[in-house]
């Protein structure tokens, strides 16, 4: 066995840049390989064509882009008979190896027959002199450690052939048959620290792992650097670096060692994750906790992990413990990481890191820049990222009136006020001293909206503001991920998004101030995505979507009861349809549904006395914010009615795209549902806009706003004729006539969302909805009153005098939705004697239903004022044009709150559990063994698979 | 069915006939637009009610309730009859009652200097008042303020003369206790006015403000109460008979006021030739002399300006000898009114504005039972005379019937040496209140 047989694979991921160079260097070795198979990745920059042409179309395997490294060489490998004695030289597309590397490595292996893993020493591709690897360890943490100094050139110090814990896949010789036997790369590890893995088994089944120094190659780490977008998994690259150093550590490690490790590398993060904060960088210190948080929180994959890679662990550890780092490393790199930051560097470690994992200023930082704006560049240039900005625009243009003020209400919305703490008070408390006083549970939305405000820092104006006006592109968002499952290509995915988006229904919900309906329009195409998984995903997925579903239909409820009814009449007919065929589907969709059912229960129950409350949503019901007698062709064209919609033939485009999927042979059946789901949505809308309803806690009787069933109706058309663009390509070849039909139906179809879109930036938000709505309550009413005292605020109105009771400040969102008490009434008469000026008891009834204040708010009505002060029982406060304020004569009579209902803690409780509970069972990954699924899961634009280097 | 769904003509057909059925549904449940209904006010009777009479020393008091009432430290049953006395206390007094409640008085002085009737409204406490009248250059002018409430009152009193606005230190942040009462000469705040056009304003508190006006000699009367400023103004009540009319307007603005002007007499509605308009600069009081324009008839005055205005009108009778009377702008009768001093030589004056309108006159005598009431048609944009028949002091109460209506009262005794006139513009009566109907809604906390 003079001349072993050699296998080359360079496995290539969007690296053209390096690809020519590297190819060029594996063509040309003095000892050349007896194959070289070529594996691209999905490349999107040409990596294939290069890779076909140097090495001949048929020795290059095309793979998808979700493919790791580990993955791609295996199936390479997959593919070629083993020959005995086979070696396999791994290159990536971002290593160039010295022309003499592969012979240099192969007479260390010949030198030493144990040996099954040799690497070439690794120096920088710009920096050609800089020594990049050596051989690598790792210490108890899973720090990386190459022993080298920063920026220490090669001078030859390190030369001759050393054993070492782990070389990199870069360059890397292999031993066919050693990798056979342990396995290969692992693909759950996809990335960083799979070559550790690799090595530390290799070592575990008795063989060696060389470094040989003699052979050179020139490595670009362009995934680790950040060169290269890193598609492998949705994760920061820095986290899944710990995340699999940790990993690595703990299932390779024998069972005696594991707990101390275990400790350490818990103590090690937490005091990680601190100096991080102390530095001020709150990203890398996230990295860190997630990444523990993530081993932690599954503890299967780690036992399963430990199970493959029981043989030999215990044996070998002793070889391997000689040469993991040495325990004093840790303090070392403790001390620079101190000293760097003391001198102003920042946090940056001297050694064992890939450059850019963590990235420190003052190494190579205008190729680093260059690399950024890269970077931001591809990021920026990918469909949805640019719709969801030109939507942000439009919508940032459109709400130029709204923007800054310091408080945002109007029509439907309660001035915003208060806090997350002032929310999840007025949630979890079991009686409310708000107005009157009221033991009825807070509507649950309240709930998710100071959770919301909790991860916006408190600050319930940003979670409103965020919600309500950037609902427009956080609805196009959720449109263009939740289809693209069922829709893949793109320009059709983008109509759909923009149309979706720029609906009569978000400008309308927006300019009305309805966070409700701006909340589950942005939730609606996750339903339909959600929806449509249930139904037809494998049975594991099905289920998790239908938790998922549930949860997500249970947040929508509570902003718009009407979501429920709506999507469960859908569903039912869904699983009368689909049940048959599919195992599973029924009870999934029963979960779906019984979730909301279950989770509100006790909120719920109030609709029973009243049903038609369902028609409301969070917020206030007021006759300006409805069309009394919405028009037929307002209903059919998806336009709700009320203040800021456009012209109601806005939307004509989209009926005609609709109707012209309706002449198409193919998708028959989907054309049907859709129109189906379109004509349900309408017809819904019709009867919910004729109902009139008058609120619970008070107001005018007025019709239902029918927004959201006009959202379900446009999404069922949208989906329909966005699923049967892909016809259009087709037509346009077929010529004639057809070509013109096509390409005038595109044209149609797109002057919805662009004059939707144009039409909202030049009439900007039209309807009550203000920035700086006025706080109706005057300043020394919240000054003076004391706790539990009661001022009714008076306002003239286009329907006459309104009043409303209040404790010293404005109502926080959702309590003005609370049923009215029972004191209403006698407060009305009370007041209204006031007004009159009849004299009398009036005052003295006031006071004794623990009413202080009487306040007017502005502008001022001079009537009203004017009959105030002329009330000997009023002892005027102050008076002006905004607002006016009356202390009653005699003092209040402390109202005491009932006792609490011993059910509302345990039910409160029970809640918050099922909602946890639900969570975690819609959890992607939750129940799932193995990684591929859990990143299908993962709701980012799926990212997968850089190849090569790191 | 999965037939009718591949065809492709059947699937179109299928779904414009369901947006047929649609639009059908949808515009036979259209409703027809309507606006909300607005909630009208009920009408209902006022609970109690306390009046101030400013300064009633020596002077005849009436009160005329509808339920136990007080008057001063006494309780007194006004239930329907009219209650009357002479009061001997100096100060103001008090005069409140459960339920309506109408008081005044007045004084009948035929020789000196003090010669004439006079007569004034026991007026509730209010935040803003307004007198139109003749100035301390003019007359002796005496402003009465009473704070009957139990908080302190903090009162402002803008004056305008004929020549603007009379600034003094002295007229601002003037304090009165509770149960405190305070006379002030105006002579000592606008020494040289000829005519006068006050406001008293209170920044806390009320008051209950009134002034006497002493014409040296050529009569004696209370200024009534004006409407505050208001750009359509009508000052009924103007007597018929000989004697000089002086209409006086004050723009209290900031802006000048061109006024037109309009009489309503028992002849007609008309523009006086000469006077159609009178400009008023801001701040202060114009004088427009009527005495030919109206020709002696009972009339009532139509203001309007683009600028708010108020306004009074001087009465003098003829003759040598004479007595001064005062009227002002006034509201329309819509909740009736009542006078609770009348006697002998009363009558009302009676004009219907915008269309014809009708009232019922009843009444009410100091003993015996009240004589059956009366209605009185009067047509449109006409002024009429009311003669009310009685023995000895009684009470009137005027009920709207329909249209509106403006109206006074005035009591004219001729006497050898010469005539004795009072008039009093019928102001609303504190019997009935406008309930508005309020309704509880959240949506109060929204502009």
């Known amino acids: ?950 | 069915m999965k037939a009718f769904v591949e065809s492709r003509f059947g699937l179109v057909l299928l779904v414009l006939i369901a947006l047929g059925a649609l639009y059908g549904v949808a515009h036979m449940t259209r409703p027809a637009p309507a606006r909300p209904p607005v909630a009208q006010p009920r009408k209902v009777a006022v609970e109690s009610v306390r009046t101030v009479c400013p300064a009633p020393r020596g002077d005849k008091v009436s009160v005329l309730g509808t339920g136990p009432t007080k008057v001063g430290s006494a309780t007194v049953d006004g239930r329907g009859t009219l209650w009357r006395k002479t009061v001997k206390d100096t100060g103001p007094l008090v005069v409140s009652g459960a339920g309506g409640l109408e008081a005044g008085h007045g004084a009948r002085v035929t020789k000196g200097d003090e010669r004439g009737l006079s007569g004034v409204r026991c007026t509730e406490p209010a935040a803003t008042t307004w007198l139109v009248g003749p100035g301390p250059s003019a007359a002796k002018v005496v402003l009465h303020l009473a704070n009957a409430d139990s908080a302190p009152a903090v009162a402002e009193i803008l004056l305008y003369s004929g020549e603007g606005t009379v600034a003094t230190d002295a007229a601002t942040g003037i304090v009165i206790k509770p149960g405190e009462h305070r006379d002030i000469d105006l002579k000592t705040l606008a020494p040289s006015a000829t005519v006068l056009a006050v406001g008293v304003t209170t920044t806390g508190g009320r008051l209950a403000v009134a002034a006497r006006a002493s014409l040296d000699g050529r009569g004696v009367d209370w200024l009534p109460a004006s409407t505050p400023p208001a750009t359509r103004v009508v000052v009924p009540g103007i007597p018929a008979g000989g004697g000089r009319r002086d209409l006086l307007v004050a723009a209290p603005g900031e802006t000048d006021a061109v006024v037109r002007v309009q009489a309503v007499t028992e002849d007609g509605a008309y523009a006086m030739k000469g006077r159609e308009t009178v400009e008023v600069p801001a701040g202060s009081v114009a004088v427009l002399e009527l005495t030919s324009g109206l020709d002696g008839q009972a009339a009532a005055l139509v203001l309007t300006s683009e600028v708010p205005v108020v306004a009074g009108v001087i009465i003098a009778g003829p003759g040598e000898r004479q007595d001064v009377a005062f009227t002002a702008g006034t509201a329309p009768l819509d909740l009736g009114s009542t006078v609770a001093d009348n006697g002998k030589g009363s009558k009302l004056v009676l004009t219907a504005l915008n269309g014809p309108g009708s009232v019922r006159v009843q009444i009410m005598p100091d003993k015996g039972k009240p004589p059956a009431a009366f209605t009185v048609d009067l047509p449109a944009s006409r002024t009429r005379n009311v003669k009310l028949k009685a023995k000895g002091p009684f009470a009137v109460v005027v009920t709207p019937v329909s249209g509106q209506v403006y109206g006074g009262r005035v009591t004219a005794e001729r006497l050898k040496s010469g005539l004795l006139i009072t008039a009093r513009p019928l102001a609303p009566a504190r019997t009935w209140a406008m309930l508005p109907t309020l309704t509880g809604s959240p949506a109060v906390v929204l502009p």
């Open chain 1, 1 to 950: 066995m003079t001349r072993p047989p050699v296998t080359a694979i360079v496995v290539t991921h969007d690296g053209a840049r390096w690809l020519g160079e590297s190819l060029q260097a594996v063509l040309t070795q003095t000892r050349p390989a007896d194959r070289v198979v070529g594996v691209d990745n999905g490349s999107r920059d040409g990596s294939a064509d290069v890779l076909r042409d140097a090495l001949g179309a048929g020795n290059v395997l095309a793979m998808p882009r979700s493919t790791g490294f580990g993955a791609a060489v295996a199936e390479a490998l997959g593919k070629l008979p083993a020959v005995p004695g086979e070696w396999v030289w791994l290159v990536h597309d971002d290593c160039a190896p010295d022309r003499h590397a592969l012979a240099a490595l192969l007479a260390a292996a010949k030198r030493d027959p144990r040996a099954a893993v040799l690497g070439p020493k690794l120096r920088d591709w710009l920096d050609r002199r800089l020594l990049l690897e050596v051989g690598v360890t790792v210490d108890g943490t899973g720090r990386r450690d190459t022993g080298l100094e920063a920026r220490e050139f090669d001078q030859g110090q390190y030369d001759g052939d050393r054993d070492v814990l782990a070389v990199s896949t870069a360059g890397m010789l292999v031993r066919r048959d050693v990798w056979d036997e342990v396995g290969g790369l692992d693909p759950t590890l996809a990335l960083f620290r799979d070559d550790l893995d690799l090595c530390w088994r290799v070592r575990n089944a008795g063989h060696r792992v060389v470094n040989v120094r003699s052979a050179v190659a020139w490595h670009a780490e362009a995934a680790a650097r950040r060169r290269r977008r890193i598609t492998a998994s949705g994760d920061h690259p820095r986290r899944l670096d710990r995340r699999n150093a940790m990993f690595v550590i703990m299932a390779n490690l024998p069972f005696r060692a594991l707990p101390w490790a275990l400790l350490r590398n818990v103590v090690a993060s937490v005091l990680r994750t601190l100096l991080l904060l102390l530095a001020k960088q709150p990203a890398n210190a996230y990295d860190e906790v997630a990444a523990l948080g993530s081993i932690l929180l599954h503890p299967g994959r780690l036992i399963r992990a430990r199970r493959r890679r029981r043989p030999g662990r215990k044996k070998g550890y002793a070889a391997v413990r000689k040469l993991l780092a040495p325990r004093g490393i840790a303090y070392r790199r403790l001390a620079d990481l101190v000293q760097s930051f003391l001198s102003g560097e920042g946090p940056v470690e001297s050694a064992g890191r890939h450059h850019a994992v963590l990235a420190g200023p003052g190494e190579a930082d205008e190729v680093l820049l260059v690399d950024e704006s890269g970077f931001v560049k591809r990021f920026l240039s990918r469909p949805g990222v640019l719709l969801v900005l030109a939507l942000t625009v439009v919508a940032l243009v459109a709400e130029r009136s709204l923007l800054g003020g310091e408080r945002l209400g109007g029509g439907a919305l309660v001035p915003v006020e208060g806090g997350a703490a002032d929310l999840w008070r007025f949630y979890t408390e079991p009686f409310h001293d708000t107005g009157l006083g009221s033991a009825a549970w807070a509507p649950p939305y309240v709930a998710v909206l100071a959770g919301l405000s909790t991860v916006f820092l408190g600050k319930t104006w940003l979670a409103v503001s965020v919600l309500l006006l950037g609902a427009v592109p956080l609805a196009g968002m959720s449109a263009y991920l939740a289809t693209r499952a069922i829709i893949p290509a793109v320009p059709p995915r983008i109509w759909l998004a923009a149309t979706y988006a720029l609906l009569p229904v978000a400008t309308g919900a927006v300019a009305s101030g309805r966070l409700g309906t701006a909340v589950v329009f942005v939730l609606l195409p996750v339903y339909a995505a959600l929806g449509i998984r249930v139904l037809s995903g494998e049975r594991r997925r099905a289920r998790r979507a239908a938790w998922g579903l549930g949860l997500l239909l249970a947040v929508g409820t509570a902003f718009v009861p009407l979501v429920y009814p709506l999507f469960a009449l859908l569903g039912v007919l869904a699983v009368v349809a689909f049940g048959g065929v599919r195992r599973g589907v029924v009870v999934s969709m029963g979960i779906a549904l019984a979730v909301p059912l279950v989770v509100l229960f006790p909120w719920l129950q109030g609709f029973v006395a009243d049903p038609g409350q369902v028609l409301l949503e969070a917020g206030l019901h007021q006759p300006s914010l409805v069309d009394s007698a919405l028009a037929p062709e307002a209903l059919l064209t998806f336009s709700p009615g009320g203040p800021g919609l456009p012209p109601f033939w806005i939307t004509a485009g989209l009926i005609a795209a609709a109707l012209a999927a309706l002449l198409m042979r193919r998708q028959r059946m989907i054309v049907a549902i859709g129109w189906g789901v379109a004509l349900y949505g309408v017809l819904a809308a019709i009867l919910v806009s004729r109902v009139t309803v008058t609120p619970l806690a008070g107001g005018q009787a007025a019709r239902a706003w029918p927004g959201v069933p006009l959202a379900f109706a446009a999404t069922g058309l949208l989906v329909l004729a966005a699923l049967t663009a892909h016809r259009l390509p087709e037509l346009r070849a077929a010529g004639g006539l057809r070509k013109a039909g096509a390409m005038g139906v595109a044209a149609v179809a797109f002057t919805t969302p662009l004059l939707a879109a144009g039409h909202w930036m030049a009439f900007g938000v039209q309807g009550p909805l203000r920035g700086s709505a006025p706080d109706p309550v005057p300043a020394l009413a919240v000054v003076e009153s004391r706790a539990g005292e009661r001022t009714v605020l008076l306002r003239r109105t286009a329907e006459g005098i309104g009043f409303t009771v209040l404790r010293r400040r404005t109502p926080l969102l959702g309590e003005s939705e609370l049923p009215a008490a029972g004191g209403v009434r006698e407060v009305a008469t009370a007041a209204a004697g006031l007004v009159a000026g009849r004299g009398g008891a009036d005052a003295a009834k006031l006071a004794g239903l623990g009413v202080a204040y009487v306040a007017l708010a502005g502008p001022v009505d001079p009537e009203l004022s004017k009959a105030l002060v002329a009330q000997p029982d009023l002892v005027q406060v102050s008076l002006s044009e905004t607002s006016g304020l009356w202390r009653l004569a005699m003092p209040p009579a402390r109202i005491q709150a009932p006792p609490a209902d011993p059910l509302h803690a345990p039910l409160l409780w029970g809640q918050a559990a099922l909602v946890l509970l639900v969570a975690l069972l819609a959890a992607p990954g939750s129940r799932t063994a193995d990684a591929a699924d859990a990143h299908a899961d993962v709701p980012v634009i799926a990212g997968p698979q850089p190849a090569g280097a790191r």
